[in-house]
């Protein structure tokens, strides 16, 4: 089982190559934000199929529900609340092998076991926040860190 878990997450590399110039086709020559998210977002659930993939929107303080792929969600988060809050707080990507595991993680679905967060950062301030949760403890690494960095440099927000 072990093995198979390593020889997938192998494969996470070409995939991730082979997606970032698709969603730059798909959103360079869109304007809209909420469209270019949205693209993103079905993108990424499509292509790893991962529990759930989404955006969180910096607005009058707190981080609301934007665009997202996957069950029903938190609607906002404070800054410092859960991974969310707390990638947005330290302007840096988490990631969390274990969800139980982060102190005061927010369950918005029991399925969630690991997650990962980057945060979308325009003139040193965090606009909104990338996050992606699996149904599978420790899924995220280094790797997804590089890539989900990557695309969201291209996000015009």
Known sequence: MAEDLKIT???????YQSLIPQIKALIVRE????ANLAN??????????FLWVGFYLVKDDELVLGPFQGPVACTRIAKGRGVCGTSWERKETIIVPDVEAFPGHIACSSLSKSEIVVPV????????VLDVDSDQLNEFDETDQKYLEEIVRHIRI
């Open 9 to 15: 997450k192998g494969h996470k590399e070409p995939q």
């Open 31 to 34: 304007g809209d934000v909420v």
């Open 40 to 49: 993103i977002s079905a993108a990424l659930k499509e292509q790893f199929n």
């Open 121 to 128: 950062i325009r003139n040193d301030k965090v606009t909104a």
